[in-house]
């Protein structure tokens, strides 16, 4: 089947009317991710961010918070797109996460580099954790569909590809059942 034919005639128009007949369903969770000070001031000295982090991540005591300081310092790390430190990322989001399996923000972030290294099943299996906890965040079917590609899973990875298109477009869209690859 070609793109073109997934995406004209009844099946297009079936897809579309049940998607919005089920967007009423849904509701939103609240994000129970705390937000404790540290480690979001990298816009300055970089060295001194770093070590002001360091001492955040330290000293924090509670489990979940100290799962989100964390992802801080991985996502800061990731944000400079150098592929030597992922590897250094990937630990401290794979510490955030067994401290707080919930912290979704750093599956979504460890399935990201993932996907950058070709690791597709890991992405996928991060990724699709982290749609679980946070279904109604259509980012992480983006991503989840990019994994699903490189897995030669094309009509999965466009159903999570039209979610996000028509999610962008302003049309509500619950999100569907799919249960992961295995």
Same mark, same amino acid.
């Given at each position: 089947m070609t793109?073109? =034919? #997934?995406f004209r005639g009844d099946r297009m128009r079936a897809i579309c009317f049940v998607l919005a007949l089920a967007a009423f369903s849904v509701s939103a969770r609240a994000d129970d991710m705390p937000d404790p000070p540290?480690? @979001?001031? #990298?816009g300055g000295e970089t060295s001194v961010a770093e070590a002001a982090c360091g001492a955040a991540i330290a000293k924090e005591a509670d489990p979940t918070a100290k799962s989100v300081l964390l992802y801080r310092r991985a996502y800061e790390i990731i944000d400079q797109h150098d592929f030597k430190t992922y590897p250094a990322a990937i630990a401290l989001l794979s510490q955030a996460?067994?401290?707080f399996p919930g912290n979704y923000r750093a599956l979504h972030e460890r399935a990201?580099?993932?996907n950058e290294f070709g690791h597709w099943a890991d992405a996928l299996k @991060?990724?699709?954790?982290?749609i679980t906890l946070q279904p109604q965040e259509y980012d992480g079917y983006q991503e989840r569909a990019e994994a699903k590609l490189n897995l030669h899973d094309v009509e999965g990875a466009r159903s999570d590809d039209l979610i996000k298109q028509l999610k962008? =477009?302003?049309v509500p869209v619950p999100p569907p059942d799919d249960p992961p690859m295995k």
């Open positions: 793109g073109t =034919a #997934f540290g480690c @979001n001031d #990298f996460i067994t401290l990201y580099v993932y @991060n990724i699709d954790q982290r962008d =477009a302003g």
